[in-house]
Nanobody
Framework: QVQLVESGGGLVQAGGSLKLACAAS????????MGWFRQAPGKEREFVAA????????YYSNSVKGRFTISRDKAKNTLYLQMNSLKPEDTAVYYC?????????????????WGQGTQVTVSS
């Protein structure tokens, strides 16, 4: 059983920064792709960012490109999301996800494993 545990969420003012972490119960390199998704109240869960080990690529949604950075610490089996220049519209529960197979990095249904989520609230 794979466990993903997010941390680092909280309340921050607009323009501020937060760094989310996702600790995995097995080597992050054993996954083909890991990503971050978010879900705001009353909205569907949406793709935020992903990192693919096979092609060494990182991907971002247009809404966060240039402000968020996805990375990992291989030795710690931990995935990160550095969030800068936060906006009120970034307020959501942020979920870490991982998969061992192919499929679009932005596709929720292609991910096998999910964390419980961490709340990020950005005040104006």
């Amino acid at each position: 059983q794979v466990q993903l545990v997010e941390s680092g969420g909280g309340l921050v003012q607009a323009g501020g920064s937060l760094k989310l972490a996702c600790a995995a119960s097995r080597r992050t390199g054993s996954f083909s792709t890991m990503g971050w998704f978010r879900q705001a109240p009353g909205k569907e869960r949406e793709f935020v960012a992903a990192i693919n080990w096979n092609v060494l690529g990182t991907y971002y949604s247009n809404s966060v490109k240039g402000r968020f950075t996805i990375s990992r610490d291989k030795a710690k089996n931990t995935l990160y999301l550095q969030m800068n220049s936060l906006k009120p519209e970034d307020t959501a529960v942020y979920y870490c996800a991982a998969k061992s197979s192919g499929g679009g990095y932005y596709s929720l249904s292609s991910y096998n494993y999910w964390g419980q989520g961490t709340q990020v609230t950005v005040s104006s």
